[in-house]
Every structure is written in C-alpha cells, then in structure tokens.
C-alpha cells in the first residue's frame, strides 16, 4: 500500500501562483508515471499533468505555459507549480501514481485549489 499526500492549495487571485506537492510514502524510482487530477465543482475529475519515468512530461491544453510538473527522487515527490491561475482553474486537486509491477492506481486525499476573479 502506497500513501500520497498533497499540500500547498489555497485561495489566490486571478493570476497568482501556487505550488502543490505530494509526497509518497514509497520511493518513487518505480513509478512508471504521477500526476497531478483535478475536479472541479459539479464536474468529472480530469486530467492536469504527468510525468513519466524518464522525466517526459504531458499537460492537458489548459495548462500549457502556466503549469510545470516536476518530481524529486530524493524526496519522494512530486510538485505542480501553476501561475497564471484563473478562476476556471478552482478544483480539489489530487495527486497520483502508478508503480511498475503494481496494479493498482494509488491517489492522495486532494488539496483544494480556490482562484478569485
């Protein structure tokens, strides 16, 4: 078992910057990949960004040039820096990973993120 756990949300102004993390409780040099899901409020949880072993990283179109993934192999972890926020970004965002060998998809407890206009 494999336990993620997300900080770093809040609430911001339209065009400011917030930096979410997740750390996991295994080392991350066999996930095959992490990402980063969010739902926003009455909607389907969706896809942000992954990152890949190797380090190939995969945004959705609404994020391109305003969120970066990253992860850190020393710490476990892996963080989302957004900028740019806009209201449409407001969502519970989650943290996920997927090991090789490991059939299961293990997912955080969700960090709030809350843009004003």
């Known amino acids: 078992q494999v336990h993620l756990v997300e900080s770093g949300g809040g609430l911001v102004q339209a065009g400011g910057s917030l930096r979410l993390s997740c750390v996991a409780s295994?080392?991350?040099?066999?996930?095959?990949?992490m990402g980063w899901y969010r739902q926003p409020p009455g909607k389907q949880r969706e896809l942000v960004a992954t990152i890949s072993r190797g380090g190939s990283p995969h945004y959705v179109d609404s994020v391109k040039g305003r969120f970066a993934i990253s992860n850190d192999y020393a710490k476990n972890a892996v963080y989302l820096e957004m900028n740019s926020l806009k209201p449409e970004d407001t969502a519970v965002y989650y943290c996920a990973a997927r090991y090789s060998g490991d059939p299961n998809n293990y997912w955080g407890q969700g960090t709030q993120v809350t843009v004003s206009s």
């Open positions: 295994k080392g991350i040099f066999s996930v095959n990949a």
